[in-house]
Nanobody, 119 residues
Framework: QVQLVESGGGLVQTGGSLRLSCTASGSIFSISAMAWYRQAPGKQRELVASIARGAGTDYADSVKGRFTISRDYVENIMSLEMNSLIPEDTAVYYC?????????????WGQGTQVTVSS
């Protein structure tokens, strides 16, 4: 099992910055990849950024150049640095992790943290 707890959401003006953190606990040694997703009201959940051992990082086109994902493997914390925020970034942001045991993959989600960007 893996437990994920997000923090760092809040209200910010257009052009501002926020840093989200996701602390993982449990069977963290077998986490192969982590990611941030977001879901805006009335929209489907979408992948924002991902980071995986041996595969580097990947970003949605809408956040490239503005967001940076990182992972501290010692402290087991994944972060998302968000700069130049725009109202379209307003959403609940979720931390996700993928754990592999043998040939089976398990997926875990945090509870979500609200990010609101005012115009």
């Amino acid at each position: 099992q893996v437990q994920l707890v997000e923090s760092g959401g809040g209200l910010v003006q257009t052009g501002g910055s926020l840093r989200l953190s996701c602390t993982a606990s449990g069977s963290i040694f077998s986490i192969s990849a982590m990611a941030w997703y977001r879901q805006a009201p009335g929209k489907q959940r979408e992948l924002v950024a991902s980071i995986a051992r041996g595969a580097g990082t990947d970003y949605a086109d809408s956040v490239k150049g503005r967001f940076t994902i990182s992972r501290d493997y010692v402290e087991n914390i994944m972060s998302l640095e968000m700069n130049s925020l725009i109202p379209e970034d307003t959403a609940v942001y979720y931390c996700a992790a993928e754990r592999q045991s043998g040939t089976t993959k398990y997926h875990y989600w945090g509870q979500g943290t609200q990010v609101t960007v005012s115009s």
